[in-house]
């Protein structure tokens, strides 16, 4: 399957984020910036915690969105990856009325529109 | 230094005009400004103007006026009409003009805004699947906030139920009608925690000012209002933006907080001598989160500050009192232009059933994509 863009995550069955680590100061950015002298490629952490959510509750205007015509609400976050960044994502898995700041969650593949993309889904603990 | 004043304030209504475009709205306004203040387009020596989806706004010298004066179009988001204003009083402090024009107006189509990724140097995949949109910012941005700092979904709907009420003793709002606390927080979900009632919409309308020298108001025996700062920061390092696909761990203040700090220095004033303020309340959590980091209280006081109506008309600082963007929906170019024109009227005294009762000090927050806040103190 085509990803939805090229260094966005890993290959294989376990795939993780691709961010950009400031050679400089050593901040990580997500997605990998472009500027390949500046940012050094890095795989962020494949688990972290809840650190904000809502849920789309009207279909985004296309485009630029290309989801499905028929619109299902689905879930949002910014996932706290420790020591790493903090990233945008969808969730999946989690039922609405059960979502809270600090659930911990874990990095999956998801297709979208027929390409590998990214999504966070529920773990029981940060252990597994 | 000279005194900077606002010698003229002119509005077109806000909200849904049909048949007029959104430049006509602002040509209107422009007139109305010059009418107020007592001079000409002729007398105007510089303009800066910006809408973000009605057009380039010097397109207006075709019907004010081919008087060759420079106009230069302003593009900043949300902060459009702060940055023109900013713009007009740097040109008139450089000396460049006596008497400055700043215009703001938009016209925009119903529904979400929905901004293309590469405008914002963002990757497509970003906007296709659905990270993209300005409500989930804000929802999220809250969302945070609620819960580090103890804010309840009943305070978000109180300040939805001022601004409508506010809204409607305003001849400029659109919305005209109050809603109740229990309608507002009992309507369609739209990014949890906000519902329908706590979001703006994008809208219609145009607002301009002139601006002159403290010498070109006594000239035109106006009465002033002086513009003791206009001051614009973009974000430093740490801030929760929106459009923001990573966010550093290490947290740091918005460009609200630095915008704010640097425009009470420049005034050589604190919160406590405001007396009335318009902040930027894209949605409900917006003005109380603004509350903060402009200053005016401590992060979670805003709960007990709504539940005693602190900031409606007739309390310590009332806030948005023409209903902001709320009840007055919001075009982006000419929105932080309103905040500046309701501070005029109300502190000439002028505002009628909204009058705060002898403001003397008013204050002014805008803030925009991707991170820039633009704040006027005015003082009368």
Known sequence: MQDIAEQLLTDGPDPALIGGRDRATGRIMFPLPADAGRFEPVELPRTGRIWSWTVQRFRPKSPPYTGPEAFEPYAIAYVELPGATIVET???GFSFDTLKVGLPCRLVAETFGGRRSYAFAPVESLDD | MTDICILGAGIHPFGRTDGVSGLQQGVFATRQALGDAGVDWADIEIAFGGSSAAGNADI???ELGLTGLPFI?????????GSALYSAFAAIRAGQADLALAVGFDKHPRGAFDPKPADWGLPDWYGETGLMLTTQF???????YMEQHGISTTTLGRVAEKAFENGALAPHSWRKSPVDLETILNSQMVNDPLTKFMFCAPAEGAVALVLG??????ELGIAPVRLKTATVRTRPPGSFEVFAPSLDIERGPSPTVIASKAAFEAAGLGPADIDVAQLQDTESGAEIMHMAENGFCADGDQEQWLAEGRTRLGGRLPVNTDGGCLACGEPIGASGLRQVYENVIQLRGAAGARQVESARTAYSHVYGA?????VTILQR
């Open chain 1, 90 to 92: 969808r969730l999946t």
């Open chain 2, 60 to 62: 207006m010298v075709n």
């Open chain 2, 73 to 81: 179009n302003v593009a900043n988001g949300c902060a459009t009409g």
């Open chain 2, 138 to 144: 804000f929802a999220l941005k809250l969302r945070r």
């Open chain 2, 213 to 218: 020298t403290e010498a070109k108001a006594r």
């Open chain 2, 370 to 374: 991707p991170g820039i806040s633009a």
